[in-house]
Structures are given as structure tokens and as C-alpha cells.
């Protein structure tokens, strides 16, 4: 029998429908036509989703449980959001839960080329929780940035990324940001992570010209840049490691934890950067958990990924966050910090020496 792979959705229907609801998605989700129509006996047999359970979660939801072919994914990214939840994306009584990723499919996208080892390797750091801010806004010239960034810098930050709003602006061009940045962190250990944007020539263009100016780590949103686009980045570039952004993520209807813990570490995401709770989004600590655990769990032979949760964060509430998440965690305080104007050095030094500091409850 043809391999196959297990993907849940949640979806809402009366206890009469879910069935027939159900088959349904098995169906948009793989052929897309009627069954009737087909009259290959091995596209019935090994192509077609086969609903494997379904599940009463109470309130008029139910966890269905389909089998889809790992043959229609052709190790390609976007193929492989496509077949998750292409068409049943448009149906606004389904979201996308959960995918059990067998060996196979693992292999074939290969996941963090560095992950949270390498990561900390980059920051020397062993044990303790890695560290970065954010330069922002959009607007100051690349020689501006550069200054912020290191005044972040002799505050001990780890990372100092772009905010994702930074492209290739007039008012900023990638190149004379990353060239301006590079050159200001020359000398430090703050590892500065430009922000890629435009087609997928454009970005590995700017991974060239970043590379060529001492840069080992990029930012990029997978959802806005697509997953094939992110992929073939990955598989170009292993010796840069990538942050994933969750930009997008909130149209998606997929479920958190499996879009940026999951999802995004099997394209080969080594940070995933998502908003924790208790900030200015809406993630609650139960979903923040799982999406930290599913980045690091195991699976299969993948690396693991570093959760860095960030939206909203303030110095104190570093403590708090360190006791939730753990210490193979990046902590990102980005417009906090930047409230500290003439004392953001001082006010970094306090947040570096607050993570090194701390005792896990």
C-alpha cells in the first residue's frame, strides 16, 4: 500500500453531517472530484484521502483524522501546504490541527540546518537563554539602524534583527543596511539578522551580499515569502541559519503550534519567532506552550528549532517568561527596550544581565 501521512483537522458540524463532512475533506483535499468520475482502480486505492476517525471534542467540533498520500507532496513546500489545507483553507468550518510528519517526509525537507545548537555556538553561549532586540521603525536610513544597532550591541545582545517591516525601502535599501550594520557590529559577538524580502532571486541575492559582509544569520516570513521559496533558500544557503517570522500566520486558520512549531522547523526554520501571551496578541499560555514544545520536541531525526517568543515584552517580565519557556529559549525585546532612548545601551545591559542571571523555579 501506498505510504501515507495522518493530518487532523478541527471542524464544526452536528453529530447527523460529520461524516459526510468528513469524507468530504478527504476527498477536496486529495482528488477533488467526484469518486464516481475516477475510474483507476490505483488512484482510488493509494491517491484518494481515507478519513481514518473522527473524534467528539464537545461544542459542535470534531478532531477528523485523514490519511492523505505522500506521493502528491513531491518533497515540495508549497505542494505540501497545498495538500494540508489548499481548498478546505476556503471552508470556514475547518482548521488545520496537526500533522503526524512520518520519516520519510521528514527526510525530504531536511529541517534545521543548525538549530538551537547552532544558534547558541553562534551567541557562545552553552546553557543559559539567548537574547535579541529588534531595530525599528521603518523610516531611519540604514546609517541610523546601524547606530541602534550598536548601541544594542554594547548592551551584550545576542541577535539583533530587522524588524519585519524592513525590506528593500528607498529610505533604507537592503543593501546599505546590512553593509552599515555589519560594519557597526564588527568587533562585537551580537550576530545582526537582516530581514529578506522580494521574489526568490531578490532574496538569494541579498543572502549572497549579506554572507559576503561577515552576516551568518536571516530573517525571513515564510508565509509571505512561500514555503518553496523558503525551502530553496535552506537548501542553498546551509551554512546561514534562518529565523522564521510568523507575519501572515493569523489569515491561515491553522493552528499555531503546528504552522510555526511544526511547519516552519520542517522547512528548515533553526528560530521561530511567534507572539507570547500576556503581550499585545491574542495567544493564550497553552497555546504558547505547545508551539515551544513542538519546536523542540523530537522528531525523527530533525534538529530542533528555538522558540522565540516576543510581542509586547518587557524587561520585567523576563523572570516570568524564562520560568515558562526554559533556557533553550530566545527571549526578543524589541520597542520595550527602545523606550529607554539615551540609556538603550544601559537598559540592554540590564536585560543581557537579567537572562544570564537567572535561576530556573
Do not use: W
Request: include cysteine; glycine fraction near 8%; charged fraction near 20%.
Amino acid at each position: 500500500m501506498a505510504a501515507r501521512f495522518l493530518v487532523t483537522y478541527h471542524v464544526r458540524a452536528s453529530a447527523e453531517t460529520i461524516a459526510a463532512r468528513a469524507q468530504a475533506i478527504a476527498v477536496e483535499q486529495s482528488v477533488e472530484m467526484p469518486l464516481e468520475a475516477i475510474d483507476t482502480a490505483s488512484i482510488l486505492r493509494d491517491i484518494v484521502g481515507k478519513v481514518a476517525d473522527i473524534t467528539d471534542l464537545g461544542t459542535g467540533v470534531f478532531a477528523v483524522r485523514i490519511a492523505l498520500a505522500t506521493a502528491t507532496i513531491g518533497g515540495d513546500g508549497a505542494q505540501l501546504l497545498n495538500m494540508l489545507f489548499g481548498n478546505s483553507s476556503l471552508q470556514d468550518d475547518v482548521v488545520l490541527a496537526d500533522v503526524e510528519v512520518p520519516a520519510g517526509l521528514a527526510r525530504a525537507f531536511g529541517g534545521p540546518r543548525h538549530g538551537i545548537a547552532g544558534l547558541r555556538r553562534r551567541a557562545a553561549a552553552e546553557a543559559r537563554a539567548l537574547t535579541c532586540s529588534a531595530l525599528k521603525p521603518q523610516g531611519l536610513p540604514a546609517e541610523r539602524l546601524a547606530a541602534l544597532a550598536a548601541r544594542f550591541a554594547d548592551g551584550g545582545v545576542d541577535f539583533i534583527k530587522d524588524d519585519h517591516g524592513l525590506a528593500d525601502q528607498s529610505y533604507s535599501p537592503f543593501a546599505d543596511r546590512v553593509r552599515a550594520c555589519a560594519a557597526a557590529l564588527r568587533g562585537h559577538r551580537t550576530r545582526y539578522v537582516p530581514s529578506l524580502s522580494g521574489s526568490l532571486d531578490a532574496m538569494r541575492a541579498q543572502v549572497r551580499l549579506a554572507r559576503d559582509e561577515g552576516v551568518d544569520t536571516v530573517l525571513i516570513a515564510p508565509l509571505l515569502a512561500g514555503f518553496s521559496t523558503m525551502q530553496a533558500l535552506v537548501a542553498a544557503f546551509p551554512d546561514i541559519a534562518f529565523m522564521a517570522h510568523p507575519s501572515f500566520g493569523g489569515a491561515a486558520r491553522i493552528a499555531p503550534d503546528l504552522l510555526i512549531g511544526k511547519l516552519f522547523r520542517l522547512l528548515g526554520a533553526d528560530a521561530v519567532i511567534f507572539p507570547t501571551h500576556g503581550g499585545r496578541f491574542a495567544y493564550s499560555p497553552d497555546t504558547c506552550r505547545r508551539l515551544a514544545e513542538t519546536a523542540r520536541a523530537p522528531l525523527h531525526d530533525l534538529r530542533p528549532a528555538l522558540p522565540v517568543p516576543a510581542g509586547g515584552m518587557t524587561l520585567a517580565r523576563v523572570p516570568e517568561i524564562l520560568d515558562f519557556y526554559g533556557p533553550d529559549t530566545m527571549l526578543l525585546i524589541g520597542g520595550s527596550l527602545l523606550l529607554a532612548r539615551d540609556r538603550l545601551t544601559a537598559e540592554t545591559a540590564a536585560f543581557t544581565a537579567r537572562v544570564a542571571a537567572h535561576r530556573y523555579r
